[in-house]
């Protein structure tokens, strides 16, 4: 039975899960917190793919600092898992430590396993309590929890607005629409996502770095990937001569100009990807990048590519920054572009919807209703 102060206990475990963000992939986040007697008496979190897991983490801190844990409650985001991977099945050493009840936030997503480590520890005489704060344990892993049913990243479009949904002038200028404290929040966002996309027409425009920076801590990078049809991308694009290079991927349709598809593949990893419609299969991409472990995707556009992602049916979530600008003009450049919605009954909707301010601007975060396969063929055909 759950108790008064079992959720208290598992806001600790979700807390000391996040501190692994954006660091674990293609491992879940996961933290774990030992109990008895009402008093903490381990903890530990999953820091990185291949090292322990929370479970023995905390197991660890309790030995170290002296404290039996024979008859103590763990208290654990995700369920234990059950089989031997990277490292041994934590259920073992759950029952070989001793552990007389495990509270646990969110069962294991992956169909063959749910449910499995719970029920070896059921079996096994230890208490086993589900669910408890489990909405904020699932959306902690939403990444692999999409990654691991679908072995494709979860995709989230990140754009910087006006009011009116518009990026940037007739002329091109963006920067900055949105205000430091929006952009400091992108930032996170990009650490807690595996690879950043951008189309070419991002390159050409703003030569960004697409980096992960806070303050005056050095940057940091995770994937960077371009969708670049032609292989325009420039040889002297920050993408491709920073100290990050090996970071980059300029994903090039199968009828690239051979040339300057050479001339990339010496500088960074060039991927010659299937075309539908004369753009990149995007299906395809999502594919490639799942295989290489990468289980969450921010899209930051432009228009088009995210229009592309939105038609195709592939995004799951947004991220949009509203500024308190309004730009009008018929030829300013809109967040979502395309062909656009030809009746209200294609237009995307989204649900679990969040606000917040962020400084002066409003960000909105929200899931993506997949559409059906009807509204996709409509608004393809």
């Known amino acids: 039975m759950e108790t008064p102060t079992d959720a208290h206990w598992m ?15 293609p491992n879940p986040m996961v933290g774990a917190v030992l109990v008895r ?12 793919a291949g090292q322990p897991h929370a479970e023995i983490e905390a197991l660890r801190d309790a030995a170290q600092r002296g404290n039996p844990v024979t008859g103590a409650t763990l208290y654990v985001t995700l369920e234990p898992c059950s089989t031997h991977g990277r490292t ?48 904020a344990a699932t959306e902690l892993n939403r990444g692999f929890n ?22 940037a002038t007739a002329t091109g200028e963006s920067k900055w629409i949105t205000g430091p404290e929006s952009r400091r929040r992108v930032m996170r966002l990009r650490q807690s996502h595996d690879a950043v996309l951008v189309g070419i027409g991002t390159v050409l425009a703003d030569d960004p770095a697409l980096t992960v920076r806070f303050g005056r801590r050095p940057p940091s990078c995770k994937r960077r990937v371009v969708l670049d049809t032609q292989a325009r991308t420039p040889l002297t694009s920050q993408l491709i001569t920073d100290l990050f290079v090996s970071q980059t991927v300029i994903v ?3 009828n690239a100009p051979p040339e300057r598809r050479e001339a990339l593949a010496q500088r960074v990893a060039v991927w010659k990807a ?20 990468v289980i969450s995707l921010l899209v930051e ?31 300013s450049i809109k967040a979502v572009g395309g062909q656009g919605a030809r009746s209200l009954a294609e237009t995307t909707r989204l649900t679990d919807v969040q606000t917040k301010m962020v400084g002066d601007d409003l960000l909105l975060e929200a899931n993506i209703v997949p559409p059906s396969v009807d509204a996709i063929e409509s608004i393809e055909n």
């Open 274 to 293: 299937p075309l539908v419609g004369g753009r990149i299969d995007l299906a395809w991409l999502l594919i490639r990048l799942g295989s290489d472990g």
């Open 37 to 48: 007697n009402s008093m903490e008496i381990g903890k530990g979190w999953h820091h990185r």
């Open 11 to 25: 806001r600790m475990a979700l807390r000391l899960a996040r501190r692994a963000m954006g660091e674990t992939s």
């Open 146 to 167: 999409h990654w691991i049913v679908r072995r494709t990243p979860l995709v989230t479009l990140k754009a910087g607005m006006t009011l009116d949904g518009k990026i």
């Open 88 to 135: 041994p099945p934590c259920t073992n050493a759950i029952l070989a430590a001793g552990i007389a009840r495990v509270v646990v936030g969110a069962t294991d997503p992956n169909p063959r396993h749910a449910g499995r480590g719970l029920d070896l520890l059921r079996e096994r005489g230890v208490s086993v309590i589900t669910g408890v704060n489990a909405k």
């Open 301 to 331: 556009g432009g228009g088009e590519v995210h229009a592309a992602f939105i038609s195709a049916g592939l995004a799951q979530r947004v991220a949009f920054f509203y500024a308190p600008l309004i730009l009008g003009g018929a030829n």
């Open 252 to 254: 090039v349709g199968e």
